[in-house]
């Protein structure tokens, strides 16, 4: 299974073949454009054409017994496809493009704020992070310097490193309880800005390519959860008066 959004988290269709079907319905393909749920990031909606015209609903995207297995869940009373038929992809890209956003947006959030990753849940309309910290930190500082890099455009790419340059580079991870996975080689690293002068760290996730498509977007919200653990609410639009 080819995971297509790891090179191009602009691709919203592709044609796949149906490799099997799973006994709860999940439909397995070669290759996809479908995110699966993953890191925080909720997996894709869509649909799914079949050659004859007629749609297969996705309600969701999630992961198998490994990562690397991607499982298309339909929604409830659609058509089942057979193995081996070709069918063409169709994401949500709406929704997806506003989960990209949003994503890109809790990568500079933690420019903004550099303490460890405690948590972290990608929404379309409200986004969090729970930090390590027990600072008090003004949101609208937050926002305005989030907004800095927004308007500074700075580009997003990616980047591959070994195991190796990570054990080098340990302050690359701001995740205090997830480790990017083990044993699989290389390890994908997201970069923001010339020579990633303003971050990098490894992320399996879609992001957009630079940051002022990240739009507008302010901090909803800092809440205290415990003595050790600040929440942040990142959503979109303009903050209220
Ligand atoms: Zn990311």
Redesign the pocket.
Known sequence: MKALFVEDAYLSTAEALVTSVREDGGIMLDRTCFYATS?G?PGDTGFLERDNGETIAIAGTVTGASKSEIIHVPAPDQPSPEVGEKLVLHIDWERRHRLMRM??A??LLSVVCPFPITGASVSETDSRIDFDMSETIDKAEVTAKMMDLIRANHPIYTKWITEEDLDANPDLVKSKNVRPPRGQGEIRL?CIGEDAAVDS?P?????VTETAEVGEIHIGKIEKKGKENRRFRIRFGPAPD
């Open positions: 890191g990031q994503h890109t809790c990568h997201v760290q992320c399996g996730g879609t992001h």
